[in-house]
């Protein structure tokens, strides 16, 4: 059980959204995608919509070490002085695994094609374009700092809306999602999107990442127990 009240840690957060590719102010013949919505089992009135970008990901001709590309991220931003966060990570989209570079919290769009040639620059090399419009697993690297609110719920400090609870262990993806989908179809006027989540501290702990823009303790505690039911009682959804 996680016990500290406030979390800063590495982790991973597996999700499924819509990539499409972009090909305006980017390095021309580059793979660039973009989420298409963000939080996509989300459906109430405050979706996060704006012209500026949402994740995008840089796609990379091979897989990078991690520590090597958060060094040349932070260089690169000191140069630019262009804000953006980083992380990294894969997709599988057509039953191939992607890698990417995920830039995050950007200002515009004009400033990626500046950012993939520094990128470029120090080394990094990206995979060719191709048409892309697909419904894909990802899996992110990334930092997490979060601040505890009850004994089982924790809030991202950057995020008023994304949340945290443990689950005793990290479930089958397609599993999660069949598990979502009831729960959601199952509890009136609850909207909210879910991942799974995992940190790493002393030892791994196995989260899930809940977005909703109106949900109170109640009701994220509510959601909760209905998760630990359904991953407690796996035969309850075949019956």
Not at 42 to 59: A, C, K, S, W
Not at 92 to 100: L, P, Q
Not at 164 to 190: A, M, S, V
Request: aromatic share 12%; proline share 4%; hydrophobic share 35%.
């Amino acid at each position: 059980m996680i016990t500290d009240d406030v979390i800063n840690a590495t982790g991973t957060i597996t999700k499924e959204e819509e990539l499409i590719n972009i090909e305006h102010s980017v390095m021309p013949g580059t793979l660039v995608l973009e989420s298409s919505r963000p939080y996509p089992g989300y459906h109430g009135d405050n979706v996060p919509e704006t012209i500026t970008p949402h994740d995008i990901y840089l796609v990379t001709k091979i897989k990078y070490d991690p520590e090597d590309i958060l060094r040349k991220a932070k260089k690169i931003k000191g140069l630019l002085r262009d804000r953006f966060d980083t992380s990294f990570g894969e997709a599988e989209i057509s039953n191939r695994t992607y890698h990417f570079i995920r830039l995050k919290n950007l200002d515009c769009f004009d400033c990626i094609d500046r950012i993939q040639k520094a990128f470029t620059e120090e080394g990094i090399a990206f995979c060719k374009t191709k048409n892309v419009r697909v419904e894909a697993l990802i899996r992110i690297q990334r930092l997490f700092s979060f601040v505890k609110i009850s004994d089982h719920l924790f809030v991202n400090r950057d995020n008023p809306f994304v949340w945290y609870f443990e689950i005793p262990c990290k479930p089958d993806w397609d599993f999660f999602k069949k598990i979502t989908h009831y729960i959601r179809g199952n509890i009136d006027k609850y909207s909210f999107d879910a991942a799974i989540g995992a940190v790493y501290l002393e030892e791994i702990h196995d989260l899930v990442r809940i977005f909703g823009k109106d949900l109170t303790i109640e009701q994220l505690e509510f959601i909760r127990e209905k998760y630990l039911y359904e991953l407690d009682n796996p035969d309850h959804l075949e019956c």
